[in-house]
């Protein structure tokens, strides 16, 4: 058995890719919500100028801050929900930081939202002057501004700013679910079995036994080239008896047979 070091794999949970592809959906609406927002900014400007014209309030000055406001808004928002899609990445890796992080940056998100749709409903702009003085009603300057911005504009940015927030408080309920926690659990190092052909290291030698020196001052023989080497059986070898050393091939005389027979 070997203990594998690698981290299990892990399986992510179908209702956190749904988190994160809503939190990609918040950040989609919201690039929406700013172009229409840029793509009107010049009339709402003009609505406004027209409607502080008569008034010793300076139409161009009030102008110019409900635009920084309209448009300053929604490029944090489109920031924030920036934060969120890189947020959601982290989010299918399992890294439970970004999870934490996306509960707090989205609650941010789900205060600004809302107001931001409470405050459309309530009239749209307001300037807090009321009616005093000779300044215009909330009223009317709503009705100019519907009179000068497309009749889609009004709609449409409700529907984004609904879409937007059912979105957002539905990414952040999945996470929270008790089926999602064990993926942002850390992982731990678990057991494998060994895979077949695989190698492992050989087991080290027990100290104290040293190993068998080879015995010294028994030199091998040399081995003829051209000639087989046979293994060696652990007895000592001779070398061949020399020509000399051999008796004579000739059989004795008295041997029977050894002597030929005489010729007549």
Do not use: C, T
């Given at each position: 058995?070997?203990?594998s070091q690698s981290t299990p794999a892990r399986q992510r949970p179908s209702i956190v890719s749904i988190s994160s592809y809503l939190?990609?959906?918040f950040l989609a609406l919201q690039v929406i919500s700013l172009i229409i927002t840029l793509s009107t900014f010049s009339k709402t400007r003009d609505a406004l100028r027209e409607a502080y014209a008569g008034s010793a309030t300076d139409g161009d000055q009030v102008a110019d801050v409900f635009a920084v406001i309209g448009i300053g808004g929604s490029i944090v928002l489109l920031l924030l929900a920036v934060v969120l899609g890189v947020?959601?990445?982290f989010n299918n890796q399992g890294?439970?930081?970004?999870?934490?992080t996306t509960w707090i940056v989205g609650g941010i998100m789900v205060c600004c939202v809302g107001g931001g749709l409470l405050s459309n409903a309530a009239g749209g702009f307001n300037t807090g002057g009321g009616t005093t003085g000779d300044a215009p009603s909330p009223e009317e300057i709503q009705r100019r501004l519907e009179e000068a911005l497309p009749s889609w504009v009004t709609p449409v940015s409700l529907l984004l700013g609904v879409l937007s927030l059912i979105a957002l408080i539905t990414a952040l309920v999945l996470l929270a679910l008790p089926k999602a926690n064990p993926f942002f659990r850390k992982p731990t190092a678990g057991w494998e079995p060994p895979t077949p052909g695989a190698s492992y290291p050989g087991h080290p030698q027990a100290p104290g036994q040293p190993g068998y020196p080879q015995a010294s001052g028994q030199p091998g023989y040399p081995q003829a080239s051209g000639e087989p080497g046979?293994?060696?059986?652990?007895?000592p070898s001779y070398p061949p008896p020399s020509a000399a050393d051999r008796p004579d091939d000739t059989p004795p005389t008295d041997r029977p047979g050894s002597t030929p027979p005489p010729s007549n």
């Open positions: 058995m070997v203990d939190l990609f959906l947020l959601a990445l890294r439970n930081g970004a999870r934490i046979y293994p060696s059986s652990g007895e």
